[in-house]
């Protein structure tokens, strides 16, 4: 069973009145969209690998605000996030901010190129397991499906502050909402340093 955000190779512009209305509709009765994850909590320290060998651990982020995007390579609405996240993160990364994406469908390794290409994005991604993403997201698969992207906000002391599932309301003003909580992350102090007595 492929999650609901799955689109595969149709793209969303393609998609006709009925296909969108019943995505919506699932989307709105959905049981996983009423139990969120425990947030804030610890991040796991999940391993994403690059198709080059390499091999990115979350915990290498560690004071540093983190914006971690789970994808499918054939979801439009991935690639999208994964734009905006790449522009966001063109005048937020010399303030301490990076981001990491990790695909999880059977087919990323010979997609993710061009998923990357497409989406213009210049930060790294790879593959991780999927059983193991869906723990790190805290998902209960019993609950229904799982959509993407998920967008996870880790901050510098590697706690989630905040994870956003591909049908979130977060979505539909992205930029300006991923802005809003950098900004908040960022206004925090840095690991290490106490607050003024």
Do not use: W
């Not at 290409?117 to 229904?144: H, T, V, W």
């Amino acid at each position: 069973m492929r999650p609901v955000g799955y689109i595969g190779r149709k793209s969303m512009d393609k998609l006709n009145r009925r296909e969108a209305l019943m995505a919506g509709l699932a989307g709105a009765l959905s049981p996983q969209m009423l139990k969120a994850s425990k947030v804030p909590r610890m991040a796991p320290d999940l391993v994403v690998s690059r198709v080059g060998g390499e091999q990115i651990r979350l915990s290498q982020y560690r004071g540093k605000i983190l914006i971690f995007e789970l994808l499918l390579t054939t979801c439009p609405h991935c690639q999208r996030c994964a734009h905006t996240v790449q522009k966001v993160l063109t005048d937020y990364k010399l303030r301490g901010v990076e981001a990491l994406g990790a695909a999880i469908n059977d087919e990323a390794r010979f997609d993710l190129l061009r998923f990357e290409m497409g989406a213009g994005s210049k930060f790294p991604m790879g593959i991780a397991d999927r059983n193991k993403a869906y723990e790190f997201l805290q998902a209960d698969l019993n609950a229904g499906p799982v959509y993407f992207p998920q967008l996870i906000l880790i901050d510098r002391k590697g706690m989630i502050r905040a994870q956003y599932a591909g049908v979130d309301k977060f979505f539909e003003r992205e930029e300006e909402n991923l802005r809003r909580m950098l900004d908040t992350l960022l206004a925090e102090p840095a690991t290490g340093q106490g607050a003024k007595k």
